[in-house]
């Protein structure tokens, strides 16, 4: 049975106890500070596949009802918006709104956008969601309309309340450059709440395993695959990206949603022409800008493109064959990993930084690199395959992964 984009991210889904909680103590939130003190925020943390995006696809379905029906409710009358910096996400919101009788096309919308819009009228809202707050820019991007320094700072300023979720892993961009540190020297200068989803829904996999994808990419280390890696969960290593591929195509063709995934390090200019990554037997182009109303995933397609986290981040998958770009490599007798910055080829994610050293942006280019593929190895709700670019990494993973079978 396909899963489709819009399906997981519905307020149609039925959420868990704790996050129906989480949803009444954010619109008793939002009440009280309507009626006295503003602006405030309201934090959700959570890793990739913790729920975030569903409670607040719930919470803002409460909160416009309650806006346009409910005349006895503090919220009756209130003025929201619901921002997204994702072009592909902002897609699948839009598609739900034609669903549900409260919630209009018009209430979603990219946080530059709001912020140009309200500016024009000289006019302020109430209530801002945002999901994927990670994705909002940190400086400024006069090129897509952005001249103030700070997407978040500039929503407070313009909203009573704003609401948001957010993952230190899912950072991609030196633009849209975040710590929690940073996020809470500009949220905690008001009044606030924060709260912390932990139990991982999108993944069938072990703990184990999900703990495996974190040291690869948090301490760039190899650590031996836990011995339940495969239970419940289809986990493969491939030292073949061509029979990697083939096996993605069968799982597509039986469930759909499955794709081929990689990360900078292959030919990439944005010149509208296809750029091909190949290894082996295996050539394939990357992903092209989407134009349609579709997610990417869902366009059958792209079955034959490799995509990036620019078309992937924040969607659920059946089956993703991650390749593991050349800025990756083995230290050659250790169990360590080194990233090289010299070939990241997506210069777009990488920008300098005026704010930022050179030395401290290198550092800060790295991390991003592996939360990049954090969020890709995070994807695949039934299965996830790997292959390596890195000769000595390929061997390594593929040994390790013939003796788990």
């Known amino acids: ?22 949803v009444d103590q954010v619109i008793t939130f939002s009440k009280q500070h309507l009626r006295q003190d503003f602006p405030a925020v309201f934090t959700i943390y959570g890793d ?16 416009q009802t309650a806006a346009r029906k409910d005349k006895e409710s503090t919220l009756y009358g209130s003025e929201n918006y619901f921002v997204v910096n994702h072009p592909e996400i902002l897609k699948i919101y839009k ?18 956008s709001l912020i140009n819009t309200l500016d024009k009228k000289h006019s302020k809202v109430d209530i801002v969601l945002v999901d994927e707050a990670h994705l909002l820019l940190s400086r400024s991007d006069p090129y897509n309309n952005f001249t103030y320094q700070n997407q978040l700072v500039e929503l407070i300023r313009r909203a009573k309340i704003v609401i948001l979720v957010f993952d230190t892993h899912q950072v991609m961009r030196t633009k849209t450059f975040w710590t929690k540190e940073k996020l809470e020297s500009i949220t905690h200068d008001f009044s606030h709440q924060d709260y912390y989803l932990t139990h991982q829904f999108r993944m069938n996999a072990s703990d184990e395993l999900i703990n495996w994808f974190n040291n690869f990419t948090d301490k760039l280390e190899i650590k031996p695959l836990p011995k339940n890696a495969r239970q419940n969960y289809d986990f493969r290593i491939f030292d073949d990206a061509e029979k990697m591929r083939q096996e993605i195509v069968k799982r597509n063709s039986e469930v759909g949603l499955s794709r081929i995934l990689s990360a900078t390090g292959y030919p990439s200019t944005l010149d509208g022409k296809k750029h091909y990554i190949q290894e082996g037997n295996f050539k394939m182009p990357w992903d092209q800008y989407n134009y349609t109303v ?19 981040q924040g969607f659920d998958l059946n089956y993703t064959g991650i390749i593991i770009s050349p800025p990756i490599s083995q230290i050659p007798g250790t169990n360590h990993l080194q990233v090289d910055t010299h070939k990241f080829t997506d210069t777009e994610a990488f920008k300098r930084r005026k704010d930022l050293s050179e030395k401290e942006l290198n550092g800060i280019k790295k991390q991003l690199f592996m939360n990049q593929l954090n969020v890709l190895f995070k994807r695949g709700v039934y299965g996830t395959y790997i292959y390596a670019h890195d000769p000595l990494l390929r061997k390594t993973l593929y040994e390790m992964y013939s003796k788990l079978k």
């Not at 039925?14 to 989480?22: A, F, G, I």
């Not at 596949?49 to 379905?61: P, Q, R």
């Not at 598609?95 to 530059?112: C, H, M, S, V």
């Open 1 to 22: 049975m396909e899963i489709e984009a819009v399906n997981n991210l519905s307020p149609f889904k039925k959420l868990t106890p704790e996050q129906d909680k989480l």
């Open 48 to 63: 990739a596949g913790t729920g975030k995006s569903v409670v607040l696809s719930h919470l803002f379905n409460q909160i």
């Open 95 to 112: 598609e739900i709104a034609g669903q549900l009788p409260n919630l209009y096309k018009k209430d979603f919308t990219r946080p530059t």
């Open 294 to 312: 579709k997610p990417w995933a869902e366009i059958p397609q792209t079955i034959n493109e490799v995509g990036s986290f620019y078309t992937c």
